[in-house]
């Protein structure tokens, strides 16, 4: 029986959002969230797809192939020239590629022996990496139901199948507490030259330039989020190295962390135990620069707004407050007001 193509565009029933699918291909795949897909212009997006890598425009919609290359892994778009880069594995290492989205002519960036690339910085001069000296699966021999995504399967006490959440905690546990000696790392594009910026026996992951800073990077310590302080920044010359966020109590965790678009901020989510609502879990959105962190918590019909250096205020829904916020590049001096809007 043929199945019939999902259909191109609707609008939610429960939101009234229209929703547009873009890929025509099964298998297509956009980037991770803090991952730039866009050109400088915001015209067009790049997309992964199972023969190579797409362009996107935006304004029709239009899908157009870019690269035919199965083995091009698609790692982001530049933020200052109309270009994508895209890596193919060789051996231990990989070979790096830019290939200009409007003509698409390709050109060979740099190779690396060893390691993988994650981000490029704001002038495209630099490409960020990290690299292990070893790097176990997290579930030997065993993948989830869609490609990449990890089983996570662990018995518990008895021989009983713990639950996907449960073994999850087990493998990511087991990953941090081996301790194996991890670097993250800068590539010159224009000389080749690797500079270690990090080294550590911290799982480190989730290396990012920010948008507009070429040489601030943010980071993170992987593991289960309540046993570590996740949050990082430093600078590419391995200066200046803060921690973004301090877990201040049993069971907080704070992750997902991706710079704004100006680079002024880092957002992430943060989640605390709140003891009044039976353990449940207070969630919220923090934005924070590397002097302090800001939050609004929503549980209910109340929003808290939080500030590291004082107490919070609780507000209804249709309220709004105020409190100080201070500037990265003005850690002990300077603040200024910031309002979120409900």
Known sequence: MVQAAPAAEWTDATTRHRIVRISREAGSLSLYFHQNSYTPQGDKMVIATPGGIAVVTL??????????????????????????????????????????????????????????????????????????????????????????????????????????????????????????????????????????????????????????????????????????????????????????HKRMMNMEIAGHEFFSADGKWIWYDLQTRAAKYSGSRAMSWRRASAAGCRSIATTGRSITAHRRTAGAFQA?????????????ANISTASRPVRFRT
């Open 59 to 244: 304004a029709d919609w239009s899908v157009t192939p870019l690269v035919r290359n199965k083995h091009a892994k698609l790692l982001f778009a530049g933020r200052k020239t109309r270009t994508a880069y895209y890596s193919v594995t060789r051996n231990t290492g990989s070979v790096i590629h830019s290939v200009d989205i409007d003509s698409g002519k390709v050109r060979k960036i740099v190779s690396i022996d060893r390691g993988t690339i994650g981000s490029i910085n704001a002038d495209e001069t630099l490409l960020l990496g990290q690299w292990a000296q070893a790097a176990p699966p997290l579930q030997p021999g065993g993948e989830g139901n869609r490609p990449g995504e990890t089983a996570f399967a662990a018995t518990g006490t008895g021989g009983t199948p713990l639950s996907y959440a449960d073994a999850k905690e087990v493998r990511l546990n087991q990953r941090l507490e081996a301790k194996i000696p991890m670097e993250i790392f800068t590539i010159d594009i224009r000389t080749g030259a690797r500079r270690v910026v990090v080294a550590s026996t911290d799982w480190l992951n989730h290396v990012q330039f920010s948008p507009t800073d070429p040489m601030r990077i943010l980071y993170c310590h992987e593991g289960p989020w309540h046993k570590v302080d996740r949050i990082w920044t430093v600078r590419a010359d391995g200066s200046d190295k803060r921690l973004v």
């Open 316 to 328: 209804t829904a249709a309220t709004v407050r105020w409190w100080p916020v201070r500037r990265m």
